[in-house]
């Protein structure tokens, strides 16, 4: 597609329940980011794939949260047991490649996918 | 301390004002700046980066100050338009993730 695709837009689910968001990155694109933003603060990184592994999973805040992309391209972000603590907008991005060596990576965001947790 | 750290405002200014931002970050090994912009209740998109002689896009100036380690931006001749939030990112070398500040949020007024 022209852009990053996610879905659902919107979530409300109960505390304890499994949630899925699914992020359908730029075609072409290789590397793909998950972020997660609250209210007032920026964007905090969760997890990076390049191609179908996942590079750097260090912002996984525990182990509630995995996150798979199969194929190298949809990815899905999996939170089990849910928690009002986890009510945030999940943001997915991707780019082109894993960066040049100078480490620059312009990162295209979905609209996210807005997550609250009763 | 946060790695990227900014004011996070609100600054309120009016049309046609010059305002300006500064971003301090914490990892000396960073190489990669951006400025990315967010509207309310949208996905942060790229403004610019930021590169190390200093660049300019029209009304808006980034400059980077290595030996003290942070980062500015500069808008001209504000709009309406404008009114956003202003958020850093830094990047390191060989590290493909990004690390962000909480944002700078400028409004301006008629």
């Known amino acids: 597609g022209a852009g990053v695709s996610q879905t659902p837009s919107n979530k409300v689910t109960e505390k304890g329940k499994y949630v899925e968001l699914r992020c359908d990155p730029i075609s072409g694109h290789t590397a793909l980011y998950w972020y997660r933003q609250s209210l007032g603060q920026g964007p905090e990184f969760l997890i990076y794939?390049?191609?179908?592994?996942?590079?750097?999973d260090s912002g996984l805040p525990n182990d509630r949260f995995f996150a798979v992309r199969p194929e190298g391209s949809v990815s899905t972000l999996k939170i089990q047991r849910t928690e009002r603590g986890d009510s945030a907008v999940y943001l997915c991005?991707?780019?082109?490649?894993?960066?040049?060596?100078?480490?620059?990576?312009?990162?295209?965001f979905g609209a996210g996918s807005r997550l609250t947790v009763l | 301390r946060k790695e990227v750290e900014q004011d996070p405002g609100p600054f309120n200014v009016p049309e046609g004002a010059t305002v300006a931002f500064n971003c301090t970050y914490s990892?000396?090994?960073?190489?990669?700046f951006f400025w990315y912009r967010q509207d309310c209740r949208k996905e942060p998109k790229l403004l610019m980066s930021?590169?190390?002689s200093g660049n300019e896009d029209g009304r808006f100036t980034a400059q980077l100050n290595r030996a003290s380690q942070y980062i500015s931006l500069l808008i001209r001749d504000s709009k309406l338009s404008d009114s956003a939030t202003y958020l850093c990112v830094v990047t390191a070398t060989g590290i493909q993730k990004l690390v962000f500040g909480t944002g700078t949020r400028l409004l301006v007024s008629p």
């Open positions: 794939f390049q191609g179908t592994g996942a590079a750097d």
């Open positions: 990892n000396s090994a960073s190489q990669s």
């Open positions: 930021v590169y190390s």
């Open positions: 991005a991707s780019s082109r490649n894993a960066g040049s060596p100078s480490g620059a990576n312009v990162l295209t």
